[in-house]
């Protein structure tokens, strides 16, 4: 990737002071904490000083100066009619009550819906890009029980849309994915259309501590230096490059990096089939009701034990768990423990 920051930089020194050759961009917040804006804003490589320079900003309400009318004269740009610009969407896109719930500006006196404008724009945009988990999976906005009907951008556009998920997205995952349509054209996009450069591997296959799961030895609690698999890791089932990648350009560490766990952000089941966040997968999940097996009869928790036995038993014999390790390692005890647990809390 740094090829096409590279050769970004070349084409701004060739071109300095002639006219942008840049294409536009319309930052489109629908559904949103504005949570992915924020974080693209805070990138060090390039800087926002570049960005801006390297693309025109058409619209976007965290940046630019006019507001209300307008701002909504942007969406009407000549360049705009004639597609040449990006969408970038954050948020979801809510459909209930006519997607009254989510208006995103005025054009003659008249609300504009979200729903309306994803719609009319994503249909004349040369590309669409969903910055975040919402915008690309639905993510909190779409969370159960979902009153706003909230569905990701794809879902009202008949067209390819490149999802960028993260919560918020990383900014070199989306400014990447905007140099790469500057520079190269639509990257090669993975089943659920997300780039593949950025989420080939899994976070669990590039952690550091995958030697010490590899060896069964596990942190015990939040905050212990170690592999945090047990604690509710969701590392294993979800692709992204945070463990090489860190945060801000590599300025700030990543979540597993300060004795945390991933929680899965940049998965299309985050959050709803991903929480509670820091439990080590013992809860059932029938869509859209979760249940926690916790507040179950003891007969379930005693089949629920059974399965984590048994999963324990699995990784005994796999080579994956050390029973007699000195390092804390999940024993037998620990189930007898979580047994125990559950008893008290039925007494
Ligand atoms: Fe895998 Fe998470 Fe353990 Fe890292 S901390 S090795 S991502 S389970």
Redesign the pocket.
């Known amino acids: 990737m740094a090829d096409v920051l590279n050769s970004t930089r070349e084409n701004r020194q060739k071109f300095a002071g002639k006219p942008s050759l840049s294409p536009g961009i319309i930052w489109l917040g629908t559904n949103t904490c504005d949570g992915n804006i924020i974080s693209t804003m805070n990138t060090f490589r390039p800087s926002l000083q570049e960005v801006l320079e390297d693309f025109d900003f058409y619209y976007s309400s965290m940046i630019m100066a006019p507001e209300g009318e307008s701002a909504s004269e942007k969406w009407r740009l000549p360049q705009v009619q004639k597609g040449a610009f990006i969408l970038v969407v954050e948020g979801t896109v809510p459909t209930a009550y006519a997607g009254k719930t989510a208006v995103v500006g005025q054009v003659n006196g008249q609300n504009i819906t979200a729903l309306e404008l994803v719609k009319e724009l994503g249909t004349l945009a040369r590309w669409v890009v969903a910055a975040g988990v919402c915008a690309s999976f639905g993510g909190p906005y779409a969370a159960y029980p979902n009153p706003t009907g909230s569905v990701a951008v794809s879902k009202v556009l008949n067209r390819p849309v490149i999802n960028v998920p993260g919560c918020p997205v990383n900014p070199r995952w989306v400014l990447e994915t905007l140099y790469y349509l500057k520079e190269k054209g639509a990257p090669e996009l993975d089943p659920l259309g997300r780039p593949r450069f950025l989420y080939k591997d899994t976070?669990?296959s590039r952690?550091e501590?995958?030697p010490l799961?590899e060896a069964g030895i596990f942190a015990q609690e939040i905050g212990q230096k170690g592999?945090?698999?047990l604690l509710g890791?969701k590392?294993?089932s979800t692709r992204a490059d945070c463990p090489v990648r860190l945060w801000n350009d590599e300025k700030s560490a990543w979540n597993?990096g300060v004795n945390s766990?991933?929680i899965g952000c940049t998965s299309p089941e985050f959050p709803d089939q991903v929480a509670p966040f820091f439990k080590h997968e013992t809860d059932l999940y029938f869509k859209p009701k979760r249940i926690n097996l916790d507040s179950l009869a003891l007969g379930t928790a005693a089949f629920t034990l059974a399965g984590i036995g048994a999963h324990l038993a699995g990784k005994v014999l796999t080579g994956r768990v050390k029973l007699g390790s000195k390092k804390p390692v999940p024993t037998l005890s620990l189930v007898r423990k979580g047994f125990k647990k559950l008893k008290d809390s039925k007494k």
Do not use: S
């Open positions: 976070v669990h952690c501590f995958l799961f592999c945090t698999y890791c590392g294993p597993v766990i991933c």
